[in-house]
Each structure stands twice: as structure tokens, then as C-alpha cells.
């Protein structure tokens, strides 16, 4: 397979801003300026060089923090422009080699990542009336245009010679891993011919074509490129109206505080630990305390205050972190306990604090983000079991891990009744990326019951729960250690591969959206593409990129 | 399907060529509608104020040995410019490569197509770049043999356009086409739209840059042109066999003009009672030695990265050969290593490369060989007239902006040195604003027969077997 090993790096998710060697990043009031400045040798691994801007997951790491960052810190900006340093390439996209010598479970959860950034961008862009538009200043080729695609205009610099193109086809045998095809024809609606054409096309398009093409919104002479991109820049903010109360100053998104040992990490709301030789993890996130509730009940000044200390952000921060440490750090754990615990009743109190005052540009940004991390554990291809046993509470937001997880173990107990609930925002302030709330998904069969669940705002005890359909099982507190005990081994001996594919099948109920076609539809392929002999074999196209042999393909269709 | 070629030019057609473009009527209306922007083309930037002058070209009107050198008076505009392929070889093969031995390509294989047109646009860019980058050294040139060779060059700078341009047009459809067209668009040292490669784009505005891009640039072009000789794509193999034996000249112009130049020099050292050459109005080795350094750098560009994977694919598909590659006996190349020094933390160390990802670096030796061999040439000059200057060629790494050494600084003799040392080295190592300063004071025009300037020496002999004192550009009516 031509695979080095990647489980000798530990990534790090959390940098700041001191600490970027891939970025420039600046600000001139409403206008913030992202360029891309790839150090060749600050990869992730050293067997590989970074080159034109090429990137690794490291990279990425870094865009994702500017992306957040933006939004947290920097309220005061309307457009990003996503530009180069480089003097001849925007971004040469995902770096080949790095590819070539990474193991499969690398590369997927690369893709992934980069696929929530993406994602995270237009999200900025729609949601956040933070417009990102790409400056592509040069050379914009496969994930650097698929970057582009991520922005909701595109300019090229009409030179004679930078193009757009996407040659993952053509020239290594894969996909654009990340988001590239569904955006040409879903987002930009490029005719489905001309989008094949351009996607077989190693050197891609340029100048006039390329805009007649609508693969970018227009070209500017490169002596004239600044002054038109800050023209535009001018012309967005002056178009774009963000409704959002509150004052714009900034809130600084501090460092996680963490305590690491070989078991798990322990956050202040959340902690993991994980058994690598049994492959499971526990995941506990621990719900607002009474001073949390009191302070979001003071309303959207006080959190605005509160910062990143506000229990909302800090707790799904640290939720989204310890998501991530397990994805890419500990690939063998496969099950995923999720517990929820604190008091149901201050969840929901707490929710309806958050969405009274949603309209402060602070709160949205925090509910918005709380909406990601849940999404990225919908994407996460790990099994997750919620336990409602003693002492949780998966009530209002807390439901949502619940109804994330692929099975809901409640426990029936007079002595120690666990309460579950709705609260304000399981009713569409979290929506899945298939457009539905989780409610919705999981009850997609009957939806009189999640007609009859919104709006209710009491506490449910176990049997009302199970009655309403909210739990998979519900166990006395006999059974309990038991069963569960058995759900969990039995979980770890089946085939992770069966499971992530059965996993994501039952999960995105319903109907589709171009994001969670990304993610379902195109990754998927990949995924499949990337094992393949085509690709990744002795003689495939992504293994014998650079070298001396040309590729070999087996010619069945399959 | 072969293109019928023949030793014959048929100069009576719009556009002269031994292509059979008659019977092909769709190609020779596409190349007749390219015809007028090409002349407009010329007329915006080729030589500046020359056009009603009649200049002693030589034009091709046969392919053959003796057919192509053909001389008389012709004005720039009238001059032939037209689609010459060296003719077939009786079953044509790949060179190199996997597929070497098999049939040679008379159409583009669809799987190369890509390769091939960018090879053939980055080769064809190069030949209309050089004219612009030359359109205004006619009015300073040092003598109407000198003047007479640029303009030389310059026309088949235009013929060797029209030769690539020809093949985008035949073999590349509307992409071709349009391509074609862009070559006229793009223009060298323009901020919006520059040249392809970075040479280009370097101004040329005195005759010593001259004589160095003709000696060290055009060089380039040779070996470029060689390895495409040796292209499994046939078309492309013989026009650029074609291409070579004018590309010759272009060689002799620049590699004699830095020969008479140093001659001079080292007469004008010895006339100085100081050995000052700049006293007597000439150019002094140090600022000769700069101009080597700079051109042959900015050439050594031009090859490509030292660890290529397009090199390795444009060899392993056949597309783009070794320079002479008849005379290895291995054309798969698929086992060897090339060993080459790298930068890595901090140090150079040696490394080696998988022989086809070193392909650029190959072809490269063979070019710095050639140069070599000219700078012994000169030397033994500077020996013979008795001065102790010795010129050399600086390392390979030096002042590099492509490839593996770009991103680190490296003196003349190819050491890693700091920025701050070569900051501090840079004035006495490449050619500097001051340089070219003076170089253009001293760039008066001399535009009378047998008259030349003070700072170059004239040749050893006329062309064509004429004197020096022959009207090689009649200025006057």
C-alpha cells in the first residue's frame, strides 16, 4: 500500500493565532484578509514538504481556528477574503504525498476535517453574515479551488496562466475529497456536462472561459486584482445587513484548560477517558450548574461578559476537542459511552435563557456553535450508546448527544428516576446538515410523536420517555450493569467497517441537502476510491504520483 | 495518418510551408485567420522602426541541407514566416520511455494530451518573448553585421512561433486554438500578463544582455528543443528537428559576441596605462563575469526542477527524450539513480533520485558542459591577447529561482551561505542597476559599414562569405 504509519503523531487541535506557520491573517475594520502562506516544512510528519501551498491536516488545524476565531473574535468583520502569499499559487490543494504515505484512516479523517471547515465557512457566510469570498492570485488547483468553492465568490487573476481546476481524476486517480464536485453542480449549478469536462481537465480553466463556465464570478488583470478585489470587498459590505443586536466587541476564545493522562483527558465540564485495549471510551459532559443558569438568566450582556467562560461555549468547545482527540489519536476505540450529567431542569432553563436573547450576535455565534460540534459527532464514524442512567440528564441541548447517539439505554429506576425533556433548542436551533432537527430524524417514522413532543417543556420520567419514543431500551436497574455491559462487548466485536457504513446509513434519515451530500455521497466514494487498487494499489494512480512508474489500472468497471 | 511532407517548399502559398496546407483547407483557414494577429503582433512588438529596411536574411525554402540558408535583402514584414517539418523518417518510433520502440504517434494520444500541450505552449511562449524582450536593441547596436543578426534572430524567433503554432492548431482543436491565440496576448515583463518562464520576463535592454541571453538563454532552447527531437509525438520531434539548425545561429551570435566583447576588453586592459577598461569606454571582466553569472543562472531556470515528477512523466510516456538519446543504449531508464546534493537542515547532502524525477537534471548537465566548453573557449581569447583574467560559469545552486536550491542563498562557488552574507555579496556576484547604467551610456549605435564600437571587437569574418564592410541593413535609401 506504500502506507507509513501516522499513529506516531499526535495531533493537536487547539492553537491560537501566536502560534499559526501557515497563515496571515489581518484586519482592516470590516475587512479581513486570510493568506495562505504554507511553511514547506512545518507538515504534520517530516516525509514530506509542503510545498505551492500544498497542506496537511496541521494546516487545516489552523484555518479552522481562523474560521471560529473570526466569528468569536472579530464580530466586527463582514467579508473574508481567503488569499495567498504565495507569489504564484492560490493553493495547490491537499499534498499529494502526504496522501500517498498515509494510511487509509488518515486520509479519511483528514477529508473529513477539511470537510467541516469548508463547511464551517459557508455556514460563516450564511449564517454569520460574515461573507467569504477567494482572491485566487494564482495557480487555484483541486482542494485550493475546492476552498474557492467554499467562499461565495470566486475571483481568478486573469494572467494567461493561473487556472481553476480539479485533476484529481485525471492526474492521481481519486476524488476532490473535499466537497468539490457536489459544490460545482449543487452550489454553483454548473451544467452537469460541462462540470464533467472540467473535472477529466488536469490544467483546468482560465480567463473568460472560466467565468462563462460560472466556475469562478469573474477575472481581474493581476495589476488590477487588489483594487477590484477590495472594490467587491466594499460592495458586499454595503449589501450585507447582519440584524444582530449587541456590541461588536470581540470575544477572546482562551485556552482549554486540560488535564492529559495515558487514560483520558478532563476538561471542566467534560471529560474522556478511554480503554484502548477494550476500544471503548466514555464521554461525560456535565450540565450547567445553578450560577450558569443564574448568569444566562441575566441576559445576552452577561454571557456577552461571561465570554468564553459562558457554560454553552466552554462545554461544547471542550465536547468538540475531545471529539477530535478521539477520532484522530485513538483510531481503535470504536464505542463511544456518551453520559450526560447534571439536572435536566436547569438544561432546559438554561436553553430558554439562550434562546430568549438569540438575537445578540454572541449567543447566535454560541448556539451556532454548539450546532457544529453536534454535527460533527453525526459525522463521526464511532458507535455511540447514550446511557440515561443515575444522575444524568439528556434534557434540552443534552437531548440532542442522546438523539445523536445510535442508541438511547434509559434507565427505570423509582429510586433514582432519570428525567429527560425538551427544551428550546431541540426544536430546530441544531439542525442535522440534512435540514432536520434530530427529533424529526428520530422519530422519522411517526411524526405525530415528535408533533406531540414540541412544545412540551415538562419533565418526562422514564416510561413517559420510552412511551414517547425517545429511548431505544428501556432497563431496570437489574438488568441494567448487565445489559449494558453485554451491548457494549458484543458492539466491539462487530466489524468497524460494517458498523461506520451501517452507522451513517441510519443515521441521515430523510432528505438531503448539498452539505450532507458531502459528507454521505461524496466521501463515501472516496472513501472507497481511496482503497482501491486504482488508486492506492502497487500500481495506483496516487501511489505512483512523482515516482518514476507510470500507473497500471485494472480496467473492470466495478 | 501521416502529414504528407516533402523536401520542397512551396513558397508561392500565403503561408510558405513543406506541410501540404493546401490540401488541408480547415487548418489553412484557421492558420490564415491566426496569420493577420501574428503580423499586428510583429508590428506592436517586434523590432522597433526597422520595418521598411531592407535586412540580409537568410529564409529556408527547402528543408534540405543546403535549402534552407538562402540569403538576399528582404524588410522584416515581407519576410516568409512559414511551417517547416523536418521530413518523415520511414517508420518513426518512440525513443523513450515505457513504450520505447513502438510506432511513434502521428496524433496526440488522448491520455497525453495535457502533457503535450503544455509542453509545446511553454516551448512556444518562449519564441515570441525573446522578440519583445529585443525590439528595441536595434538602435544601439555596435555594427550592421550585429544589427543583421538580431534582426535574424528575431524572424526566426517568429518562424519557430508560427512552427509551434502550427502544431496547437493541427493537433489540438479548439483548445489549440485558443491557445494559439494567447500567445499572442501574453507579453514579457508585463505585470498582467508575463511570459511563462521567468527568463523571459527579464528585461534585455543592452547588447551584452544581449549576447548573454543568445548565448546562455537561447542555449536553453537548444536543449530543450533536442529533447523534444527525441518526442515519441512525431510532429512535434520533426519540427523541432527543423527548429535546431536555426536555432544554431542564434547560438553563434551569442556565444561570438561575448567572444569579441572579452576580446576587447582585454585589448582595451592593456591600451590603459591603469588597466582601467572602463577608462576607454569598454566593459570590464568583473562586469562580464556579472552577466555570466546572471543569465546563466536565470537560464539553468529553465529546465525545470532538479526532482521532477513531470519530468519523469514526460519520459516515461514518451513525450519528451535525452538530449542524443539514440546514444544510450537503456531508453527505459526505469532503474538508475542520479545522485544530487540537497538542502537539508541546514547542510548539503548528497541524495539520490530516481534517474527519470532527475530528467530535468540530466539535460541540464549536458547544457552546462556546452557552456563550459564556450568559457574555455573565451578564456584561451583573454590568454592569447595576455591578460591573466580567468571567467568562469558560478555553481549550479547560485542565484537560482526555480527548483530545489531557490529558497536558499549560495555563493558563486555553490557554498550555503546566510541572507545576510549574500546581501553583503550580491553587488559583485549579479548585475546590478549601476551596471546597467553604464552599459547603456556606453551602447552608442554605429550604424555605418565596417564601422564598429569601441567596446566589442569585430568578427573574424563576414557572413555568407560577404565583407564586413557589406550594407548587411541598407538604412539608407
Given at each position: ?558 | ?242 527548429m535546431l539548425t536555426e536555432e544554431a545561429h542564434h547560438l553563434f551570435v551569442g556565444e561570438t559576441g561575448l567572444g569579441r566583447i572579452i576580446k576587447r576588453t582585454a585589448q582595451l586592459e592593456k591600451l590603459d596605462p591603469n588597466g582601467d577598461v572602463r577608462n576607454q569606454g569598454g566593459i570590464d571582466f568583473d562586469l562580464i563575469q556579472r552577466t555570466i553569472n546572471y543569465w546563466f543562472t536565470y537560464s539553468l531556470d529553465l529546465f525545470g526542477g532538479e526532482i521532477s515528477s513531470n519530468a519523469s512523466t514526460f519520459f516515461a510516456s514518451g513525450l519528451k527524450g535525452r538530449f542524443r538519446e539514440g546514444r544510450y543504449e537503456d531508453h527505459k531508464a526505469m532503474t538508475g539513480t542520479y545522485r544530487l546534493p540537497v538542502v537539508e537542515d541546514g547542510s548539503l547532502n548528497e541524495k539520490d533520485v530516481p534517474l527519470r524525477n532527475a530528467m530535468n537534471e540530466v539535460l541540464r548537465d549536458q547544457y552546462i558542459k556546452d557552456c563550459e566548453r564556450a568559457l574555455k573557449r573565451w578564456n584561451k581569447t583573454i590568454e592569447e591577447e595576455g591578460c591573466d583574467t580567468v571567467l568562469s560559469l558560478p555553481s549550479r545552486r547560485f542565484h537560482r529561482h526555480q527548483g530545489i536550491y531557490a529558497d536558499h542563498h549560495f555563493d558563486p562557488e555553490g557554498n550555503l551561505i546566510s541572507e545576510d552574507q549574500w546581501e553583503a555579496g550580491k553587488q559583485k556576484w549579479v548585475l546590478t542597476p549601476a551596471d546597467n547604467d553604464y552599459l547603456l551610456s556606453i551602447m552608442k549605435p554605429c550604424h555605418e559599414p565596417g ?27
Amino acid at each position: 500500500m506504500g502506507s507509513s504509519s501516522n499513529t506516531d503523531v499526535n495531533v493537536d487541535f487547539e492553537v491560537d493565532p501566536a502560534s499559526y506557520r501557515h497563515w496571515k491573517v489581518s484586519y482592516d475594520g470590516a475587512i479581513a484578509r486570510v493568506a495562505m502562506d504554507v511553511d514547506p516544512n512545518g507538515g504534520l510528519r517530516s516525509d514530506y514538504e509542503l510545498k505551492l501551498n500544498s497542506y496537511d491536516l496541521g494546516v487545516d488545524v489552523e484555518l479552522a481556528d481562523i474560521v471560529r476565531r473570526m466569528r468569536f473574535e472579530h464580530p466586527e468583520v463582514r467579508v473574508v477574503v481567503m488569499t495567498s502569499a504565495n507569489e504564484k499559487v492560490f493553493c495547490a490543494g491537499a499534498n499529494i504525498h502526504m496522501l500517498g504515505t498515509s494510511t487509509h484512516g488518515w486520509k479519511v479523517n483528514f477529508c473529513k476535517f477539511t470537510n467541516e471547515t469548508r463547511c464551517e465557512i459557508e455556514e460563516a457566510t450564511e449564517a454569520s453574515a460574515q461573507v467569504y469570498i477567494a482572491a485566487c492570485n494564482g495557480t487555484t488547483a483541486g482542494g485550493g479551488y475546492e476552498l474557492a468553492l467554499a467562499c461565495k465568490e470566486i475571483y481568478l487573476q486573469d494572467d494567461g496562466n493561473s487556472a481553476v481546476s480539479l485533476p484529481e481524476v485525471p492526474l492521481l486517480g481519486v476524488l476532490p475529497g473535499t466537497g468539490g464536485l457536489t459544490r460545482l453542480v449543487d452550489k454553483r449549478r454548473i451544467r452537469r456536462d460541462r462540470a464533467d469536462v472540467f473535472s477529466t481537465m488536469a490544467e483546468g480553466m482560465r480567463g473568460k472561459r472560466a467565468v462563462q463556465w460560472n466556475l469562478v464570478d469573474d477575472v481581474f488583470p493581476r495589476s488590477k486584482f487588489d483594487t477590484q478585489i477590495a472594490a467587491r470587498c466594499e460592495a458586499i459590505i454595503s449589501e450585507t445587513t447582519d440584524l444582530a443586536t449587541g456590541t461588536r466587541e470581540g470575544v477572546k476564545l482562551g485556552k482549554l484548560g486540560v488535564e492529559e493522562s495515558d487514560a483520558g483527558r478532563k476538561y471542566s465540564s467534560v471529560e474522556v477517558t478511554w480503554d484502548d485495549k477494550a476500544r471503548t471510551a466514555t464521554l461525560t459532559i456535565e450540565g450547567p450548574t445553578a450560577d450558569d443558569v443564574a448568569l444566562a438568566e441575566r441576559g445576552a450582556e452577561a454571557m456577552h461578559a461571561a465570554g468564553d467562560q459562558l457554560w454553552a461555549l466552554r462545554a461544547y468547545r471542550e465536547f468538540d476537542d475531545a471529539l477530535l482527540q478521539l477520532r484522530c489519536n485513538h483510531p481503535n476505540v470504536g464505542m463511544i459511552v456518551v453520559r450526560a450529567k447534571g439536572d435536566a431542569k436547569r438544561v432546559i432553563a438554561h436553553d430558554a435563557a439562550l434562546v430568549k436573547t438569540r438575537d445578540h450576535w454572541f449567543v447566535r455565534e454560541v448556539l451556532l456553535h454548539m450546532g457544529r460540534v453536534l454535527r460533527r459527532m453525526d459525522n463521526t464514524s464511532r458507535s455511540f450508546f447514550a446511557l440515561g442512567d443515575a444522575g444524568t440528564a439528556f434534557a434540552g441541548n443534552l437531548l440532542e448527544l442522546a438523539l445523536a447517539a445510535d442508541r438511547f439505554y434509559l434507565l427505570d429506576d423509582p429510586d433514582n428516576v432519570v428525567h429527560v425533556g425538551m427544551g428550546d433548542l431541540n426544536e430546530g436551533a441544531l439542525p442535522m446538515n440534512t435540514g432536520l432537527t434530530r427529533i424529526q430524524a428520530h422519530l422519522y417514522g411517526e411524526p405525530e410523536k415528535a408533533e406531540a413532543l414540541t412544545g412540551r417543556r415538562d419533565l418526562l420520567g422514564p416510561e413517559d420517555a420510552d412511551e414517547a419514543g425517545l429511548s431505544t431500551m428501556l432497563l431496570d436497574d437489574i438488568d441494567w450493569d448487565d445489559d449494558i455491559r453485554i451491548a457494549i462487548e458484543e458492539r466491539v466485536s462487530l466489524s468497524p467497517d460494517a458498523l461506520t457504513g451501517m452507522e451513517q446509513n441510519l443515521r441521515f434519515v430523510g432528505p438531503e441537502t448539498p452539505d450532507s451530500k458531502i459528507y454521505a455521497r461524496l466521501s463515501a466514494w472516496q472513501n472507497w476510491i481511496f482503497i482501491r487498487p486504482n488508486a492506492t494499489g502497487p500500481e495506483g494512480a496516487l501511489t505512483m504520483y512523482g515516482r518514476p512508474e507510470r500507473p497500471a489500472f485494472d480496467w473492470r468497471r466495478v | 495518418m501521416t502529414t504528407a511532407t516533402s523536401n520542397s517548399v512551396d513558397l508561392t502559398a500565403k503561408i510558405p510551408n513543406n506541410v501540404g496546407l493546401s490540401d488541408d483547407p480547415k487548418l489553412q483557414r484557421a492558420l490564415e485567420r491566426w496569420l493577420p494577429n501574428y503580423l499586428e503582433w510583429w508590428n506592436d512588438m517586434g523590432p522597433t522602426d526597422f520595418a521598411d529596411k531592407p535586412v540580409y536574411l537568410r529564409t529556408a525554402i527547402s528543408v534540405d541541407a543546403g535549402g534552407w540558408a538562402n540569403y538576399g535583402h528582404v524588410k522584416m514584414p515581407d519576410y516568409r514566416w512559414g511551417i517547416f517539418l523536418k521530413p518523415n523518417d520511414a517508420e518513426p518510433t518512440v525513443k523513450c520511455g515505457d513504450d520505447a520502440g513502438a510506432p511513434a504517434w502521428m496524433d496526440v494520444p488522448g491520455e497525453h494530451r495535457n502533457s503535450l500541450r503544455r509542453i509545446i505552449v511553454t516551448q512556444a511562449d518562449t519564441e515570441p518573448a525573446s522578440v519583445e524582450q529585443q525590439r528595441l536593441l536595434g538602435h544601439t547596436a555596435p555594427s550592421l553585421y550585429d544589427l543583421r543578426n538580431l534582426f535574424q534572430v528575431n524572424v526566426e524567433e517568429g518562424r519557430h512561433l508560427w512552427a509551434m503554432v502550427y502544431l496547437l492548431h493541427k493537433y489540438f482543436g479548439r483548445d489549440g486554438r485558443d491557445e494559439a491565440d494567447e500567445l499572442l496576448n501574453r507579453r514579457s515583463g508585463d505585470e498582467d500578463k508575463p511570459r511563462i518562464l521567468g527568463a523571459f520576463n527579464q528585461p534585455c535592454d543592452h547588447w551584452l544582455s544581449f549576447f548573454a541571453f543568445t548565448m546562455f538563454t537561447d542555449r536553453d532552447g537548444k536543449y530543450q528543443l533536442a529533447a523534444l527531437a527525441e518526442s515519441g509525438f512525431d510532429p512535434l520531434a520533426r519540427t523541432t528537428q527543423f527548429m535546431l539548425t536555426e536555432e544554431a545561429h542564434h547560438l553563434f551570435v551569442g556565444e561570438t559576441g561575448l567572444g569579441r566583447i572579452i576580446k576587447r576588453t582585454a585589448q582595451l586592459e592593456k591600451l590603459d596605462p591603469n588597466g582601467d577598461v572602463r577608462n576607454q569606454g569598454g566593459i570590464d571582466f568583473d562586469l562580464i563575469q556579472r552577466t555570466i553569472n546572471y543569465w546563466f543562472t536565470y537560464s539553468l531556470d529553465l529546465f525545470g526542477g532538479e526532482i521532477s515528477s513531470n519530468a519523469s512523466t514526460f519520459f516515461a510516456s514518451g513525450l519528451k527524450g535525452r538530449f542524443r538519446e539514440g546514444r544510450y543504449e537503456d531508453h527505459k531508464a526505469m532503474t538508475g539513480t542520479y545522485r544530487l546534493p540537497v538542502v537539508e537542515d541546514g547542510s548539503l547532502n548528497e541524495k539520490d533520485v530516481p534517474l527519470r524525477n532527475a530528467m530535468n537534471e540530466v539535460l541540464r548537465d549536458q547544457y552546462i558542459k556546452d557552456c563550459e566548453r564556450a568559457l574555455k573557449r573565451w578564456n584561451k581569447t583573454i590568454e592569447e591577447e595576455g591578460c591573466d583574467t580567468v571567467l568562469s560559469l558560478p555553481s549550479r545552486r547560485f542565484h537560482r529561482h526555480q527548483g530545489i536550491y531557490a529558497d536558499h542563498h549560495f555563493d558563486p562557488e555553490g557554498n550555503l551561505i546566510s541572507e545576510d552574507q549574500w546581501e553583503a555579496g550580491k553587488q559583485k556576484w549579479v548585475l546590478t542597476p549601476a551596471d546597467n547604467d553604464y552599459l547603456l551610456s556606453i551602447m552608442k549605435p554605429c550604424h555605418e559599414p565596417g564601422q564598429f564600437a569601441n567596446w566589442i571587437a569585430p568578427p573574424s569574418k563576414g557572413l555568407d562569405g560577404k565583407e564586413l564592410d557589406f550594407e548587411y541593413v541598407k538604412l539608407h535609401d
